[in-house]
Structure formats: structure tokens, C-alpha cells
């Protein structure tokens, strides 16, 4: 098995993971649900197959701590699940997703992980626009996904489309993940890895026109939490090189303080003119639904306070209380609401208080890690005097933006969305050195 050994599988297996999982309605609306099956089948044997080829360096006991609790909680909700098989399931599917991404985590080196989210959002961006290009210019029409039927073909909803052929009309174009919020928040994914593949120099001139093409598409798409999200990290990132450049310690305290206060200024200047901001973004006071999910998540959660109604991930509409019009049984745009829209109060209702608490620690812990991470210098010897990397930022943004989409999508508790949170909290645990990419050599600090 000396093909397990070699780097172009591991590669190779990290892209075809990190692109399936993020991109996974893709497979499912062209292939159908079978043959998305089938794409998961070898993500899951490559998975156990380099866990037992890799078993000696690969120490599942040292997972950070609430990481293991969680996948525990998930699956010790299946004694108290009101839908006991789904559970099963469910449990099953995050912790092989938790495996897939340890195993990414301990077998690539930043640098490779860099080039490996490179090559995803690449393809994802780049067949979204060729997608959305032949229905638009040959097809000419909305298209739904293979293995869709519409109830009503005369009046169909339009969530159910793959594509509504919107391209050349300037329109909110869904791109192969068939929802345009799921491809912007990929496009601002990608601008944050072609930004740092910029900055790092491991890039020739052709980053800069995936730069382009992520920018194109976030404006096609126009989501109000992609805007938000890019106000959020360009205050964080802005935060990193003024400690970065603060190396006495009375002046990282002095800048610390400076940054906190400001984060505070505008967290309360944000909440007071709530209205305004919704205005600009095109938002009212309901955000396009999302608070009637919330009191209904609200009210089925406080009937199971403590540990909640079993882990589900994404809900299922053929099991109680999703079937319950007074509980979970929610429609938004004629389809059937599948997740909280909002990761944290999804948390709340399946786990409860306990499992909102262990899901804190987790993404605290790992936020916390890619911080420190961020803004110290990285070591790759005893004589190195360290190096600032570019490189380090990368958990740290894309976790911020997967964070300020939590708030109003659930998909940081499923595939694409958990596998990066487990990944960088993997990740910052076990790797903390991160040579900046200057022509393939590290560069050092002078």
C-alpha cells in the first residue's frame, strides 16, 4: 500500500474531501443521492485507510478535549433522541467527518493545506461560473437538480432550483451549490485563501484573477452576512499587524486594550443602529424569516432544556417535531425549513444547554489557538529567530467568517462547515509552526 505513502494521494484525498464536503449539493444534484453516496464511500475508506496506515503518529487521544466531548454527547444522545435512527446516523456521520479531518489535519503541512483550499475554491468558483454560463446561454431556463420533481410544476418553489438563470441578468446566481448564500460564503472562503496565497508569494500572477473571480462572485451573490463577515475580518486582520508590530510587552498590552475598546465602540454603535445597517443591506426587522425559525427552535428547545431532543444535524422532515406545525414543521419560500438558521440555537435544541456549552468551548478554544497562532512569530528551529507568516492567518479568518455566518446559517455543524472547524482546531493544536512561503523557502525575520 506504498500509494497511501505518497504525496499526491494525500493531495488528492484532502481535495476530493474538503471540495465534497463543501460542495456536496453539487454531487448530490448531478449525480443524485446515490451517486453522492458512492463520492462518500471513498472518502470513508481512504479515511480509515490512512488512519491505519498513519496509526503511529496519528493519536486520536490527544484531540483537544472538547472535541471529544461533543462527538461523545452526539452520540450519547441517542439513548434520549425523540428520533432514535436518524440519530445513529447522524453521530455516525460527524465523527467520520471529524475523522476525515484529522486525518487532513495531521497529514498535511500548512503550506500543503494552503495549496489543497487553493485548488478547491478554485474549482468551485470556476465550475459555478461554467455552470451557471451553459444554462444561461443554452439552456435558458431555471433548472432544478436531477433528482428533483416539483409538486406543482405550473407554480414551483424557488429554493427547489439548481439554477434560477440569473447570469446574464445580473441576479443572485447559485453557482453548482444551487443556493447562493452556500456559494458566497465559498467565494469569501476563497478570497481569504487567494488573498494569503497572495501575500505569501506562492502565487504567480494568475491569483490575482481568482481574487477577481471571488470578488465577481460575492457581488453576484450579495449576501447581507457575506458583507458583514468581510467588515468583521477586516477588523481582525487589522487587529493581527498592530500586534504583530506591539513586541514589548507594554505595548501588545497598551494595543490589546486599544483593539478591545474599539471592538466594543462598534459592537454597541452596530446594536443602535441595527435598523439602518438591515436597510442598507436590504434586510428588515424579520431577516427574511430567519426570527420566526428562531421562536419556533426557541419554544421546542425550552421543552428539553437541559441536554435536548438528540443530535440530528440536519433535520429531517419525516420525524418528529419536524413533522409538528407547532414545533418544527417550519416553511420558508414554499420548502420545507431543514436546520435552525442559526448554528448556535440548532446546538441549543438537539444538545441543549450541554452541548451549547461544550460546542463554546470548542469553537473558543480553537479561536483562541488560531489567535496565537495569527500573532506570534513561528519557530522551526532552537537557532531561528522566527518569522511572521501570512500562512498563520489562515485558520484564524476563515474561522472568523465561518463564526459570523453561524449566526444565521447552521452550516458549521455539518460537512464542509464542520469539517474546517475540526480541522483548524486539530490543527493549531498539533501544528504550531507555520514558515512563511516566499518561492518555496521559508523566510525569516531580520
Not at 360 to 383: C, I, M, N, P, Y
Amino acid at each position: 500500500m506504498a500509494i497511501l505513502d505518497s504525496r499526491g494521494f494525500r493531495l488528492g484525498f484532502a481535495t476530493l474531501t474538503i471540495f465534497s464536503t463543501i460542495a456536496s449539493d453539487f454531487w448530490r444534484d448531478l449525480t443524485t443521492w446515490y451517486g453522492y453516496g458512492a463520492v462518500v464511500l471513498v472518502i470513508v475508506v481512504s479515511t480509515v485507510l490512512l488512519l491505519v496506515r498513519n496509526r503511529s503518529t496519528i493519536r486520536l487521544t490527544r484531540l483537544p478535549y472538547p472535541l471529544i466531548a461533543f462527538l461523545a454527547l452526539a452520540i450519547v444522545s441517542i439513548a434520549w433522541s425523540a428520533y432514535r435512527p436518524e440519530s445513529i446516523l447522524a453521530a455516525v456521520t460527524q465523527t467520520l467527518t471529524s475523522l476525515a479531518a484529522v486525518v487532513i489535519a495531521a497529514l498535511l503541512s500548512w503550506a500543503e493545506l494552503l495549496r489543497v483550499l487553493g485548488w478547491v475554491f478554485r474549482l468551485i468558483l470556476g465550475l459555478s461560473f461554467v455552470f451557471e454560463f451553459i444554462v444561461s446561454a443554452f439552456i435558458r431556463h431555471p433548472i432544478y437538480p436531477v433528482w428533483v420533481v416539483p409538486d406543482d410544476p405550473a407554480h414551483p418553489a424557488k429554493l427547489l432550483y439548481w439554477s434560477r438563470n440569473l447570469l446574464f441578468e445580473g441576479g443572485k446566481i447559485q453557482g453548482i451549490v444551487g443556493n447562493s448564500s452556500l456559494l458566497a460564503q465559498a467565494a469569501l472562503l476563497g478570497l481569504i485563501v487567494f488573498g494569503i496565497q497572495l501575500a505569501a508569494r506562492s502565487v504567480g500572477r494568475a491569483g490575482w484573477i481568482w481574487l477577481a473571480v471571488a470578488l465577481v462572485a460575492i457581488g453576484l451573490t450579495r449576501s447581507a452576512t457575506i458583507f458583514l463577515a468581510i467588515a468583521a475580518l477586516l477588523v481582525v486582520t487589522l487587529a493581527v499587524v498592530l500586534i504583530r508590530r506591539a513586541r514589548a510587552p507594554r505595548a501588545r498590552a497598551g494595543t490589546y486594550g486599544g483593539i478591545i475598546a474599539v471592538v466594543v465602540v462598534l459592537v454597541a454603535g452596530a446594536v443602535a443602529s441595527q435598523r439602518v445597517i438591515l436597510s442598507l443591506l436590504g434586510k428588515n426587522s424579520e431577516l427574511t424569516g430567519r426570527t420566526d425559525i428562531w421562536q419556533h427552535v426557541i419554544h421546542t428547545w425550552s421543552e428539553r432544556p437541559a441536554f435536548g431532543w438528540g443530535w440530528i444535524s440536519y433535520w429531517v422532515p419525516w420525524a418528529y417535531p419536524f413533522t409538528d406545525k407547532k414545533l418544527l414543521y417550519v416553511e420558508a419560500g414554499g420548502v420545507q425549513v431543514l436546520h435552525a438558521h442559526d448554528a448556535w440555537l440548532d446546538v441549543l435544541f438537539q444538545l441543549g444547554v450541554v452541548g451549547l456549552v461544550v460546542f463554546a468551548a470548542l469553537v473558543l478554544s480553537t479561536l483562541w489557538r488560531s489567535w496565537q497562532l495569527a500573532v506570534d512569530r513561528s519557530f522551526t528551529g532552537a537557532k531561528d529567530r522566527g518569522a511572521y507568516s501570512w500562512v498563520a492567518l489562515l485558520p484564524l479568518l476563515i474561522l472568523v467568517a465561518q463564526l459570523i455566518q453561524s449566526i444565521a446559517e447552521s452550516r458549521i455543524l455539518v460537512e464542509g462547515g464542520w469539517l474546517l472547524l475540526i480541522l483548524w482546531a486539530v490543527k493549531t493544536k498539533w501544528d504550531r509552526s507555520v514558515p512563511e512561503l516566499l518561492q518555496g523557502r521559508p523566510r525569516r525575520a531580520g
